[in-house]
């Protein structure tokens, strides 16, 4: 038997390309929730904030535009103050709704309650996958 390369076999590419579209659909749910959630956000804001047009990000919420770039969505998930991460959760999320209520409570805590809540969660991730 032969082996091929993943990079060069011409399915691969297709797969890569599918989880990437799959991430950004992902993605964009997340963004739409939070920006729903918030009644300061705007689409002209974020965008703005973001260094693209309201049009692009228009397209991109109704899957009409092109697949953006990594980068644009990190600048994306920046300008409302999330990581790329953190949007990502809230778009595979079934339960978005508890998220968007811990990050409101998280968002009001100063910055020494905030370094004690990340580390309670760190413990409580390292108990759980320790059981």
Do not use: W
Request: with cysteine.
């Amino acid at each position: 038997m032969r082996n091929v390369k993943l990079d060069t076999c011409p399915f691969a590419a297709q797969s890569q390309n599918a989880r990437m579209l799959d991430q950004t659909t992902i993605f964009l749910t997340g963004l739409r929730r939070y920006i729903d959630s918030r009644p300061e956000l705007t689409i002209a804001g974020v965008a703005s904030d973001a260094n693209i047009s309201k049009s692009t990000l228009h397209k991109l919420f109704q899957g009409a535009g092109h697949s953006p770039k990594i980068s644009t969505l990190e600048a994306l998930a920046e300008a409302v103050g999330l990581s790329y991460d953190a949007v990502i959760a809230l778009g595979r999320s079934d339960r978005h709704e508890d998220i968007l209520a811990v990050v409101a409570i998280f968002e009001k805590l100063s910055p020494s309650e905030k370094a004690a809540a990340q580390d309670y969660l760190e413990f409580l991730r390292a108990k759980s996958t320790n059981e």
